[in-house]
């Protein structure tokens, strides 16, 4: 396979490009991801070069995150077309390893949090986080970046990471990348291939209720009634909700039932069809 | 308090003393433990600084890897003449972090382990493994070493870290230091002035019988008769066995019931009144 931006498949390889740039006194950036590149993940890697002299991603479908029925198998993957962005980005190098370079035989190791890792995606995956962290360890500790870059479309799992990074103490910046939207205001996911036209079009629908449910907090209405409203305006709009809620924005804890006196996000998850959408928006307090 | 030696007790500190030796290209060999030093600790130093320019030891008595009601409280502290050992043995630096420093408010991450992490110290101490796996994680990135070195009178430990550091991809050499003993075989531990002066008596039993469990495979004999006979020692010996047994040396999986055919370990607890003492011997397969 020719790529057209250097590429390691193995360890070993992704080490010595790293350490040929450590030695010339450069600061790595790194931008995990599943693959199946959009607009979203370009602008982690802009916003890794911005910060980094040299920018490593990779592309690595995690089995370890998928649990047995989920999309796995179906998940898109399209190495050549993601590498062809990377180049075009800027990005350094891509790390595409293998499954067997992850986990090999005799792999024994699990990390798992509590504190912003329980409930909201927990509940509907249960070791989405396990899966997630153990990953991103390992990958932190092959690419042993300066910072690395996370979108805040999927904002627990950016808690969860900042988490992981601080309790292991790795020397690491995480930073959360902004969430980019199609013009009508859906978050890009690689997920959102799976829509049919119809279901593409009732998608919107969930930026709208997240935006209205964070200005009403913003506004200074009671969070027990604002979260309510977006609730059934969720249950109007999608074939099951899995949670529409507002939570401190550091800890995810849940926020008492009265206006938001600190900062604090929205977050929701719904479906569409077998499609599992989620997004976020930030609060800020009212005055 | 005044010590004899270079001393760290925040993370900051210790990295800081760690990027200037890092900066003069000074290689790193680590040891950690959990103080009451005694010889079998310095006997590990003396391997780090053999390998390793500058040597760091810790002395953390880790919270996470004691159960209710094991000697967390009782364990011995004795930091003071700890720090004179390590300035004796030529130690560099020592990091002794408070509790608050290693698990500050919101430490939500645990590491766990099946494979080397299953039974035998595991079925006495169902959570010790994931204590010590993730406090050595921590340990391991905060002092980024070129080596680090374990006592292979824990030798599940051992197994366990360097399983955890291949799986997490620590870029670090996880080294085993041979058992060091008493005069009549009594392996070095921390826990020995648990014994009454009877009890340490009868404690040197264990080692006499690892060493004739581990001869009677050498020689042949069948893994099943070799650790009945052990077993049937113990218990006339000791207040309680734990367990006797003989394993594969690299995974500690079980044995057949035949003569050794591979290279594998005995390995037992006991208990003495209400200490609990542990040892090991290597087996070399018969020819």
């Known amino acids: 396979m020719s790529l057209p931006l250097p590429s390691a498949h193995a360890v070993r390889d992704l080490r010595a490009a790293i350490a040929a740039w450590r030695a010339d006194g450069l600061t790595i ?35 370890a995150q998928f ?24 990005c350094h190098l891509l790390y595409a390893p293998s499954a067997r370079e992850m986990y090999p035989d005799g792999f024994a190791t699990t990390i798992s949090l509590s504190g912003p890792a329980e409930g909201l995606e927990s509940a509907a995956r249960p070791h989405f986080f396990s899966g997630v962290a153990t990953v991103v360890a390992k990958l932190l500790n092959q690419v042993r970046p300066d910072a690395a870059v996370f979108g805040e479309k999927d904002y627990q799992q950016y808690l969860v990471i900042r988490r ?16 980019v939207r199609e013009a009508d205001g859906l978050a890009l996911s690689s997920r959102n291939v799976y829509l049919s036209p119809e279901d593409r079009r009732r998608a919107a629908r969930l930026n709208v209720i997240l935006a209205d449910f964070a200005r009403a907090l913003a506004a200074g209405r009671l969070a027990d009634e604002a979260e309510a409203d977006a609730l059934e305006a969720a249950r109007a709009s ?38 599992r959408l989620i997004d976020n928006r930030a609060v800020s307090p009212a005055g």
């Open 29 to 63: 950036g790194f931008v995990p991801t599943m693959g199946a590149l959009h607009a979203g993940h370009i602008a982690l890697v802009d916003q890794a070069l911005a910060r980094c002299d040299r920018v490593v991603a990779s592309v690595f479908v995690n089995p």
């Open 67 to 90: 649990a047995p029925g989920e999309d796995f198998d179906a998940y898109p993957r399209t190495l050549d077309a993601d590498a062809a962005k990377l180049a075009g980005a800027g």
């Open 164 to 179: 992981l990074a601080a309790d292991l103490d790795l020397p690491v910046a995480i930073e959360a990348g902004p969430t």
């Open 238 to 275: 999608f074939d099951g909700v899995d949670y529409m809620t507002a939570r401190c924005a550091d800890t995810l804890a849940p926020l008492g039932p009265g206006a938001v006196d600190r900062p604090a996000r929205v977050l929701g998850a719904v479906r569409l069809g077998s499609t």
